[in-house]
């Protein structure tokens, strides 16, 4: 008996579709917020989530973990919270989803060294939470302060 089915092929099966995220990265410079507001009117208006990560400065390894993650108490502590209260009224008036995360780098060797670390952390988290752009903040004297970037 011939069921007709024979001569098809079957359909791909579709990958399940994840929520996109934009990921804003900012430090305790003047930057952070405009970075955050950026990124905050990117994922508003393609109905993103909001991830901003934030990586500071560690003197020792064994304050931190895999991918960056920091242990429970660390020498910049103090700024983290600073950075994550500076752009805090700035999410909570978003009206996106969001999360902050708190990364850490080795703060040893010259800037561009430690430039390369902070690159890296944040490419990292980039990857962990499946970014599909990211904003930062540019260089003073540029004319566009902040940028946003989709991975191809």
Same mark, same amino acid.
């Given at each position: 008996?011939?069921?007709?089915?024979?001569?098809?092929?079957?359909?791909?099966?579709?990958?399940?579709?994840?929520?996109?995220?934009?990921?804003?990265?900012?430090?305790?410079?003047?930057?952070? &917020?405009? @970075?955050?507001?950026?990124? =905050?009117?990117?994922?508003?208006? %393609?109905?993103? #989530?909001? /991830?901003?990560? $934030? !990586?500071?400065?560690?003197?020792?390894?064994?304050?931190?973990?895999?991918?960056?993650?920091?242990?429970?108490?660390?020498?910049?502590?103090?700024?983290?919270?600073?950075?994550?209260?500076?752009?805090?009224?700035?999410?909570?008036?978003?009206?996106?989803?969001?999360? &902050?995360? @708190?990364?850490?780098?080795? =703060?040893?060797?010259?800037?561009? %060294?430690?430039? #390369?670390? /902070?690159?890296? $952390? !944040?490419?990292?988290?980039?990857?962990?939470?499946?970014?599909?752009?990211?904003?930062?903040?540019?260089?003073?004297?540029?004319?566009?302060?902040?940028?946003?970037?989709?991975?191809?």
């Amino acid at each position: 008996m011939q069921t007709g089915l024979e001569g098809r092929q079957s359909r791909p099966q579709r990958r399940p579709v994840r929520p996109r995220v934009v990921l804003a990265a900012v430090d305790n410079s003047d930057l952070a &917020v405009p @970075v955050i507001e950026a990124a =905050a009117e990117h994922a508003r208006l %393609r109905g993103w #989530r909001l /991830v901003v990560v $934030t !990586v500071i400065p560690v003197s020792a390894t064994r304050d931190l973990g895999e991918g960056g993650r920091l242990g429970g108490e660390f020498a910049a502590q103090d700024d983290a919270l600073q950075i994550i209260d500076r752009v805090q009224p700035t999410l909570d008036a978003s009206e996106v989803a969001n999360q &902050v995360l @708190v990364r850490g780098y080795l =703060a040893r060797g010259g800037p561009r %060294r430690q430039a #390369r670390r /902070v690159a890296c $952390t !944040v490419l990292r988290v980039a990857d962990e939470v499946e970014v599909a752009m990211i904003v930062v903040g540019r260089r003073r004297g540029s004319r566009r302060p902040v940028h946003a970037s989709q991975p191809a």
